[in-house]
């Protein structure tokens, strides 16, 4: 029998003593025996110190009609779900996993986390707040200047061979000055008004509740606010009640010199109108970041020159993400070590 | 000084009244708006009026030898402003320039001449640092190459594109902290950059740390943004030696002139990652862009618009108008260039 440090062995009588056994810190054991299920591969950092710090269980290491027999077969040792915005621990996901203790998502939007199952289970669910923040913050005015402004046309342009006068142009308008509102007035929200602020842009939102910003405008309602500003920028969390929150109407009243901007999730836009108001050029133009159905994006808006699409990249810098998963190592850290978590969902 | 502005103000009207309003000499194409405003106001001689087929040059002496020939002019950045030019029409004492740059017009031989000359003032220079924030958020963000990538159908195809690069907290070295370089400042402030710049001489009204030369400038920023006006002193103010001092985690953004950067050594930077993108605006040769920045996906081209919105259009015509109307009414110009000042 192996000598742990808890349990010594006694030495046989008349035989040599045992060696010391290797001196295991408990905190070590406690890390190293929480198994760990990670969703997909989001991220090459994340997932080499979770496999140095705790057992990894990699989802995708199983073929796509074995994932049951996988989870089955690893259950009991499965006590964490590493999840992101795309991939997260839905309802028979957490069915299949008797022992989860935790989901940590590699995010900070968790509207694809069963948080009412989690709650019924006892589930403890962290996500990754603050560390985003600027960059989100940065690509929606980003999308804005690049929409307004048709950075990524020029580009397409000239890479096409397709300037060959000097005076070649078409006339965009400025983005400075503009009305923008915003749809969230959390940190995200909060934090694309100040940048909007040093342009010269006014500022108004819509929230679940006002809130203590006498220079911003709280409009109650969403259709009042689109028909209010330039610029519409979604950047609230998606919920039952926010869900295709940008509707027709409110397209419509955002109209054909307005500008939508989307880097919440996509199925707060109804994403079928947002189409076919910019192909009848009822919307002006739009910024995109997140869609209805990732990594799908709307074929229809290819072939349109006022629209900006990019896949998801609102986090995704090496400065963030490696932000983002320290604090995901740090939340599994503290379960493991029955510390308090970090960032927990409320 | 408002009894000048009344007197200002008969004068031109009784000019106009009289059948005489004051000749202009347009040498630039101009829209709709922007011709019938000028000819509410004055006797417009236009280069290019439909059937006027005299080149440049010879109109411009044809017009010199009208009766009342014009003593104002509306030009643009192809129009070189030099002594051959001024002989051929003296009867010419302002130059309203509705270019961005002054690099066109000679000034010293201007001043010689005792010709007034007018530039743009601050009409472009929002939509300027506008661009320049976009192009750079763009470059770090990787806007239009993961764009492009969406557009091929390769994110369904091939998974997540390769991450960028944060914004906040680097520092921008901007090279001229006039009416651009500063509006670029306060917005990049905002987005939580520390701020380096480069000027001839040191600002006391900003906090930014300043930098002697370009060269050390480079060497403590993570970005360099080009916002100073092209003249002798900073053509390939941006060359070589500059590139390796900002390093392979550099980005460069251009909305000044293209001769600002040595855009041989800027593809070579490139092509080596010696440093790591880049934004331009702005060519040595436009229309001609180096084809082998095309299939580049860390470099954002763009084909020199950084001044044309809507809005900057209609405020050019509002400032160029006011420029001739306090010529013609004896007032001093809204926006007057001296021999001496150099833009920034």
Same mark, same amino acid.
């Given at each position: 029998?192996?000598?742990?440090?808890?349990?010594?062995?006694?030495?046989?009588?008349?035989?040599?003593?045992?060696?010391?056994?290797?001196?295991?810190?408990?905190?070590?054991?406690?890390?190293?025996?929480?198994?760990?299920?990670?969703?997909?591969?989001?991220?090459?950092?994340?997932?080499?110190?979770?496999?140095?710090?705790?057992?990894?269980?990699?989802?995708?290491?199983?073929?796509?009609?074995?994932?049951?027999?996988?989870?089955?077969?690893?259950?009991?040792?499965?006590?964490?779900?590493?999840?992101?915005?795309?991939?997260?621990?839905?309802?028979?996901?957490?069915?299949?996993?008797?022992?989860?203790?935790?989901?940590?998502?590699?995010?900070?939007?968790?509207?694809?986390?069963?948080?009412?199952?989690?709650?019924?289970?006892?589930?403890?669910?962290?996500?990754?707040?603050?560390?985003?923040?600027?960059?989100?913050?940065?690509?929606?005015?980003? %999308?804005?200047?690049?929409?307004?402004? &048709?950075?990524?046309?020029?580009?397409?342009?000239? $890479?096409? +061979? *397709?300037?060959? @006068? #000097?005076?070649?142009?078409? %006339?965009?308008?400025?983005?400075?000055? &503009?009305?923008?509102?915003?749809?969230?007035?959390? $940190?995200? +929200? *909060?934090?694309? @008004? #100040?940048?909007?602020?040093?342009?010269?842009?006014?500022?108004?939102?819509?929230?679940?509740?006002?809130?203590?910003?006498?220079?911003?405008?709280?409009?109650?309602?969403?259709?009042?606010?689109?028909?209010?500003?330039?610029?519409?920028?979604?950047?609230?969390?998606?919920?039952?009640?926010?869900?295709?929150?940008?509707?027709?109407?409110?397209?419509?009243?955002?109209?054909?010199?307005?500008?939508?901007?989307?880097?919440?999730?996509?199925?707060?836009?109804?994403?079928?109108?947002?189409?076919?108001?910019?192909?009848?050029?009822?919307?002006?133009?739009?910024?995109?970041?997140?869609?209805?159905?990732?990594?799908?994006?709307?074929?229809?808006?290819?072939?349109?020159?006022?629209?900006?699409?990019?896949?998801?990249?609102?986090?995704?810098?090496?400065?963030?993400?490696?932000?983002?998963?320290?604090?995901?190592?740090?939340?599994?850290?503290?379960?493991?070590?029955?510390?308090?978590?970090?960032?927990?969902?409320? | 000084?408002?009894?000048?502005?009344?007197?200002?103000?008969?004068?031109?009207?009784?000019?106009?009244?009289?059948?005489?309003?004051?000749?202009?000499?347009?040498?630039?194409?101009?829209?709709?708006?922007?011709?019938?405003?000028?000819?509410?106001?004055?006797?417009?001689?236009?280069?290019?009026?439909?059937?006027?087929?005299?080149?440049?040059?010879?109109?411009?002496?044809?017009?010199?030898?009208?009766?009342?020939?014009?003593?104002?002019?509306?030009?643009?950045?192809?129009?070189?402003?030099?002594?051959?030019?001024?002989?051929?029409?003296?009867?010419?004492?302002?130059?309203?320039?509705?270019?961005?740059?002054?690099?066109?017009?000679?000034?010293?031989?201007?001043?010689?001449?005792?010709?007034?000359?007018?530039?743009?003032?601050?009409?472009?220079?929002?939509?300027?640092?506008?661009?320049?924030?976009?192009?750079?958020?763009?470059?770090?963000?990787?806007?239009?190459?993961?764009?492009?990538?969406?557009?091929?159908?390769?994110?369904?195809?091939?998974?997540?594109?390769?991450?960028?690069?944060?914004?906040?907290?680097?520092?921008?070295?901007?090279?001229?902290?006039?009416?651009?370089?500063?509006?670029?400042?306060?917005?990049?402030?905002?987005?939580?950059?520390?701020?380096?710049?480069?000027?001839?001489?040191?600002?006391?009204?900003?906090?930014?740390?300043?930098?002697?030369?370009?060269?050390?400038?480079?060497?403590?920023?993570?970005?360099?943004?080009?916002?100073?006006?092209?003249?002798?002193?900073?053509?390939?103010?941006?060359?070589?030696?500059?590139?390796?001092?900002?390093?392979?985690?550099?980005?460069?953004?251009?909305?000044?002139?293209?001769?600002?950067?040595?855009?041989?050594?800027?593809?070579?930077?490139?092509?080596?990652?010696?440093?790591?993108?880049?934004?331009?605006?702005?060519?040595?040769?436009?229309?001609?862009?180096?084809?082998?920045?095309?299939?580049?996906?860390?470099?954002?081209?763009?084909?020199?618009?950084?001044?044309?919105?809507?809005?900057?259009?209609?405020?050019?015509?509002?400032?160029?108008?006011?420029?001739?109307?306090?010529?013609?009414?004896?007032?001093?110009?809204?926006?007057?260039?001296?021999?001496?000042?150099?833009?920034?």
């Amino acid at each position: 029998p192996v000598a742990t440090a808890e349990q010594p062995t006694h030495p046989p009588h008349n035989s040599q003593p045992l060696p010391l056994p290797p001196s295991v810190p408990p905190a070590a054991m406690a890390m190293e025996s929480l198994g760990v299920l990670l969703l997909h591969p989001m991220n090459a950092y994340l997932e080499q110190e979770l496999d140095s710090r705790f057992r990894l269980f990699r989802f995708w290491d199983s073929p796509p009609d074995g994932r049951a027999e996988f989870l089955r077969a690893n259950s009991s040792a499965i006590r964490a779900v590493v999840g992101n915005a795309g991939y997260n621990a839905d309802a028979a996901l957490i069915d299949a996993l008797p022992s989860l203790e935790i989901v940590a998502s590699f995010s900070v939007g968790i509207d694809r986390v069963d948080l009412p199952k989690c709650r019924e289970r006892g589930i403890r669910v962290t996500n990754t707040p603050d560390v985003l923040t600027d960059d989100v913050a940065d690509l929606a005015v980003g %999308l804005a200047i690049a929409a307004l402004r &048709k950075i990524p046309q020029a580009d397409r342009y000239v $890479r096409a +061979g *397709l300037w060959k @006068a #000097k005076g070649d142009y078409t %006339l965009t308008t400025r983005f400075s000055g &503009k009305r923008v509102a915003i749809l969230g007035l959390g $940190r995200i +929200g *909060l934090a694309i @008004a #100040k940048r909007a602020e040093a342009f010269g842009c006014s500022i108004s939102y819509h929230s679940r509740s006002e809130k203590p910003f006498p220079n911003y405008k709280f409009f109650t309602n969403v259709v009042d606010l689109a028909a209010n500003c330039d610029v519409l920028i979604v950047a609230c969390s998606l919920n039952a009640e926010t869900h295709h929150m940008v509707n027709r109407k409110v397209m419509d009243a955002l109209g054909p010199d307005g500008v939508l901007i989307n880097i919440g999730r996509g199925a707060l836009v109804d994403e079928p109108e947002l189409v076919s108001a910019l192909l009848e050029k009822r919307l002006g133009a739009a910024g995109l970041d997140v869609f209805e159905h990732e990594p799908f994006a709307p074929e229809q808006l290819f072939s349109l020159d006022n629209v900006v699409l990019v896949p998801h990249v609102g986090s995704d810098t090496e400065e963030t993400c490696k932000a983002m998963a320290d604090l995901v190592l740090k939340n599994l850290e503290a379960h493991a070590l029955n510390k308090p978590l970090l960032t927990p969902v409320p | 000084v408002a009894l000048l502005a009344v007197v200002a103000t008969l004068k031109l009207a009784t000019m106009a009244a009289a059948g005489g309003k004051p000749a202009v000499l347009l040498l630039r194409p101009v829209d709709a708006p922007f011709a019938a405003a000028l000819r509410d106001r004055f006797r417009v001689l236009d280069l290019y009026a439909p059937g006027q087929a005299l080149p440049a040059l010879a109109f411009v002496a044809a017009a010199a030898a009208v009766p009342e020939p014009p003593r104002a002019t509306v030009i643009w950045g192809g129009v070189r402003v030099d002594a051959s030019f001024l002989d051929a029409a003296p009867s010419l004492r302002c130059v309203v320039s509705t270019a961005a740059g002054l690099d066109h017009i000679d000034l010293a031989e201007c001043a010689r001449r005792g010709v007034a000359v007018a530039n743009s003032g601050e009409v472009y220079s929002t939509d300027v640092a506008d661009y320049a924030v976009g192009l750079l958020l763009d470059v770090l963000r990787r806007v239009s190459a993961s764009e492009r990538y969406v557009r091929r159908g390769s994110w369904a195809a091939q998974g997540d594109y390769p991450l960028g690069s944060k914004l906040g907290g680097k520092r921008v070295g901007i090279i001229g902290l006039g009416n651009i370089g500063s509006r670029i400042a306060k917005r990049l402030e905002a987005f939580g950059c520390i701020i380096h710049y480069n000027s001839r001489k040191p600002k006391d009204s900003v906090s930014y740390k300043y930098f002697p030369n370009v060269h050390e400038l480079a060497a403590e920023s993570d970005v360099l943004v080009v916002a100073c006006a092209l003249n002798k002193a900073t053509r390939h103010i941006v060359n070589k030696d500059v590139l390796e001092a900002l390093g392979k985690d550099g980005v460069v953004v251009n909305i000044g002139r293209g001769a600002n950067i040595d855009e041989a050594e800027l593809v070579i930077a490139l092509r080596e990652g010696k440093i790591a993108g880049a934004g331009l605006d702005v060519f040595e040769h436009e229309p001609k862009v180096p084809a082998e920045l095309f299939s580049m996906e860390n470099v954002v081209l763009s084909r020199h618009v950084a001044v044309l919105t809507e809005e900057s259009r209609s405020d050019l015509r509002a400032h160029t108008i006011g420029n001739l109307e306090a010529f013609f009414s004896g007032q001093p110009l809204l926006t007057p260039v001296h021999a001496d000042s150099l833009a920034q």
